[in-house]
């Protein structure tokens, strides 16, 4: 399953009490990351869709999209250059526990949604390279860079440097000055 849109916000789930399908641990290191995901970056949680990026396989760099809630949800998805499309690919399930909103409003004890199908787990997060969803289309490889790659690229990176081929190469040129700068005397 694959499906495209904006980071309406973005939360650890049950950090307190811990979730069932995760042995009821409390933490966000043992909690999935609850992503409402909607059609324009304005649009309202009961109109999202719901993605669930598990423990179990969460590459470091996608925790950050847990911080993208509250009253400067905007300001942090601009900061992160995510205010943009993004892609997820993952699983489609149908989550029985919890029910879509009716007539705008959430279900009593539900995280607003407009379905109950997800995508759980998500096993991929890409960056469109555009800020237009139209310019993303879901099966245009080349609009598309994995999310992990695109919080390490600096703020200032042209769209040429996608479309030219040098995104490898400074990909590259960035994880060899990492291991550098890690590397003790």
Avoid at 151 to 179: D, H, K, W, Y
């Amino acid at each position: 399953m694959q499906f495209v849109g904006f980071i309406i916000e973005a939360h650890y789930s049950d950090v307190l009490s811990g979730e069932s399908v995760n042995c009821n641990l409390p933490g966000d290191s043992t909690n999935d990351i609850h992503v409402a995901i909607g059609q324009q970056l304005t649009s309202l949680e009961c109109e999202s869709i719901t993605a669930e990026i598990i423990p179990h396989f969460r590459p470091h760099a996608w925790t950050m999209l847990a911080t993208l809630n509250g009253p400067d949800a905007a300001m942090l998805r601009q900061r992160a250059r995510l205010d943009r499309p993004l892609r997820f690919t993952g699983q489609l399930m149908f989550d029985a526990s919890h029910r879509p909103c009716t007539n705008g409003r959430p279900a009593p004890e539900a995280p607003a949604r407009t379905s109950s199908w997800e995508g759980h787990p998500v096993y991929r997060v890409d960056v469109c390279r555009d800020v237009s969803a139209a310019a993303c289309r879901a099966d245009d490889e080349r609009a598309w860079t994995p999310l992990d790659w695109w919080l390490a690229l600096p703020p200032t990176v042209s769209q040429g440097c996608f479309e030219s081929g040098r995104l490898e190469i400074m990909m590259r040129l960035n994880a060899a000055r990492s291991a550098a700068s890690s590397c003790s005397p």
